[in-house]
T-cell receptor, first 120, second 115 residues
Framework: DVKVTQSSRYLVKRTGEKVFLECVQD?????MFWYRQDPGLGLRLIYF???????EKGDIPEGYSVSREKKERFSLILESASTNQTSMYLC???????????????????FGPGTRLTVL | AQKITQTQPGMFVQEKEAVTLDCTYD???????LFWYKQPSSGEMIFLIY??????QNATEGRYSLNFQKARKSANLVISASQLGDSAMYFC????????????FGPGTRLSVLP
């Protein structure tokens, strides 16, 4: 089974602090994603990475940065946390499409348990 | 423009009855994938079912089936014989793009199963 883990389930930080959210997957997936989830808005993509050291902005990258130094680990960084970044953060990973064409399972994303971040 | 539309913010169903959750999508790609996820109150996202754009048969996984109508761009989830444990948020999602890396989620439907 695919396992995606996130460093914390709950986190409380103060405005202006630098915040690191870590995500690790154990299935050798090439794609990794960070979303935030807010009531009524569904999941919104912050950043994704399709390879080590590669990253692409999603729909709402402002105020966030990411780091992917190793294939299995994708970090989300809030440089200076603000109260409007209070949210649930979900990490996900998936196979790249060419791997899916060999019949290696469905090309779904596998999600971590989420980190509920509160910024005071 | 909204790529995934789920018009039902909330739904109620009686235990043991079937329920259909609506999803329509918008894409100009020929190759894409459609997914449904379940999110219980604990917060984790659970993959339920997948339908590829070239699949001619509707996908089924146990009590879940996907009613895929390509011309209408709809991908409704049907849950048969609802159980109390089916109470959760349900998200429809689409994977598209040249490398299939664009995942787009709908706003979700909250399903409540009544005893």
């Amino acid at each position: 089974d695919v396992k995606v883990t996130q460093s914390s389930r709950y986190l409380v930080k103060r405005t202006g602090e630098k915040v690191f959210l870590e995500c690790v997957q154990d299935m050798d997936h090439e794609n990794m994603f960070w979303y935030r989830q807010d009531p009524g808005l569904g999941l919104r993509l912050i950043y994704f990475s399709y390879d080590v050291k590669m990253k692409e902005k999603g729909d709402i990258p402002e105020g966030y940065s990411v780091s992917r130094e190793k294939k299995e680990r994708f970090s989300l960084i809030l440089e200076s946390a603000s109260t409007n970044q209070t949210s649930m953060y979900l990490c996900a990973s998936s196979l790249r499409l060419r791997q899916v064409s060999t019949g290696y399972g469905t090309d779904t994303q596998y999600f971590g348990p989420g980190t509920r971040l509160t910024v005071l | 423009a909204q790529k995934i539309t789920q018009t039902q913010p909330g739904m109620f169903v009686q235990e043991k009855e079937a329920v259909t959750l609506d999803c329509t999508y918008d894409t100009s790609d020929q190759s894409y994938g459609l997914f449904w996820y379940k999110q219980p109150s604990s917060g984790e996202m659970i993959f339920l079912i997948y339908q590829g754009s070239y699949d001619e048969q509707n996908a089924t996984e146990g009590r879940y089936s996907l009613n895929f109508q390509k011309a209408r761009k709809s991908a409704n989830l049907v849950i048969s014989a609802s159980q109390l444990g089916d109470s959760a948020m349900y998200f429809c999602a689409m994977r598209e793009g040249r490398n299939g890396q664009n995942f787009v989620f709908g706003p979700g439907t909250r399903l409540s199963v009544l005893p």
